[in-house]
């Protein structure tokens, strides 16, 4: 017989899951349990601790009852029988406050917009030294802004009728370009004439002293003449038409490339079109270079031009027939434009009489060109009767 196995397998001893509970309830001390009578000491003070405070307030409320009632028993005198204040005299002003149904139909006729600029109107001596001193804290920021968020009291600017005052505290002329361009973005979606007073008191004479120093526009000013194009009225307004009474060559090579680059709708290409020759007119002497300069750039768009604007453009040329000195380089350039774009919707009476001014008043280097174009259709009849 062999013998058996006497080993045996050692028996793995069995390990009974604990229910692990918070750390707060075991406090061991010499291997047993903290007896919890000071834990219900704590509760019982904190219970009697609440109460105190329900019973002080309760007793405040009563004295507060207390006073009220007296302060009625005083004043039983300030009313009347029916229990209506016993006010003062009442003055007629007041009186009209008072009789609205009288006043409706006055107060129908009223605007909103009447109401908004009485409640907005708010003289420098009566402002809060609170707002001076945020919004002078604001021209500090804007004198060192480069990137990041814009100061959120900003915005309120376009909200208020006395946006310029706030606006001069901050001292605009000291702004950092990049904090212009960000004004320029919350200034363009506003009203006209809010962006068109913005363009030319603030945004001008700061691109224009750009300039004069460092001979060239920073690239955040010539972002902020492309995002003013966005309302071009207030565009040609704020910008460009006091630029035309004094344009200096570096000013019309920046700002012309602009108008160039961007479009511009047909109706207000028009419009300054017309001013334009106004303000050429109008000019030094009779006429204006920078007028003329942006008068060029908008014909060499090529735009179809309404026909009042085309007659209105012939009595412009026609009208310095009889002009005491001679004409500039730039009015010749202009009217040869002219022609050349235009020559096909010109009537014959008007060229015949733009012929004349031509013979009397042209550029040895530039009137034939412009012969050339006014005779254009007279050139194309001929040859069709010959062949």
Not at 79 to 95: A, L, P, V
């Amino acid at each position: 017989m062999g013998k058996k196995n006497t080993t045996t397998k050692q028996s793995k001893p069995k390990i009974r899951n604990k229910k692990i509970l918070p750390r707060e309830h075991w406090k061991f001390k010499n291997n047993s349990r903290i007896n919890k009578r000071m834990e219900e000491k704590q509760k019982k003070i904190i219970k009697e601790l609440s109460n105190k405070n329900n019973n002080n307030k309760e007793n405040t409320k009563e004295k507060n009852i207390e006073d009220e009632i007296k302060l009625i028993e005083n004043e039983n005198n300030l009313f009347d029988e029916k229990g209506y204040y016993n006010s003062k005299e009442i003055t007629e002003e007041e009186k009209n406050l008072i009789n609205w149904e009288e006043n409706e139909e006055i107060l129908k006729n009223i605007q909103k917009e009447d109401l908004i600029q009485n409640m907005n109107k708010i003289s420098s001596e009566k402002l809060d030294p609170k707002i001076i001193e945020t919004y002078k804290l604001i021209g500090d920021i804007l004198k060192k802004y480069s990137t990041g968020k814009f100061p959120k009291s900003f915005n309120i600017l376009t909200m208020t009728e006395n946006w310029e005052e706030l606006l001069n505290i901050t001292e605009p002329f000291n702004w950092t370009p990049a904090a212009m361009y960000e004004a320029t973005i919350k200034f363009s979606s506003s009203e006209v004439l809010m962006t068109n007073i913005f363009y030319e008191k603030y945004l001008l004479p700061a691109i224009r002293n750009d300039i004069k120093i460092h001979k060239k526009l920073n690239v955040h000013y010539y972002n902020c003449l492309k995002k003013c194009i966005f309302k071009p009225s207030a565009f040609f307004k704020g910008i460009i038409f006091p630029l035309s009474k004094n344009l200096s060559n570096k000013e019309a090579a920046i700002i012309g490339s602009i108008l160039r680059k961007c479009s511009i709708p047909v109706n207000h290409s028009s419009a300054a079109l017309i001013e334009l020759i106004k303000l050429c007119k109008n000019g030094t002497n009779g006429i204006s270079f920078g007028a003329l300069f942006f008068m060029k750039i908008l014909l060499m768009k090529k735009y179809a031009f309404p026909i009042f604007v085309k007659e209105e453009l012939c009595k412009f040329f026609l009208s310095y027939d009889n002009f005491n000195q001679k004409l500039p380089v730039m009015f010749h350039q202009v009217f040869l434009i002219f022609v050349q774009i235009y020559k096909l919707n010109l009537t014959q009476n008007e060229k015949n009489s733009l012929k004349k001014f031509n013979e009397k008043n042209g550029h040895y280097a530039i009137q034939n060109e412009i012969n050339k174009e006014l005779n254009y259709n007279n050139n194309n009849n001929n040859k069709m009767q010959i062949e």
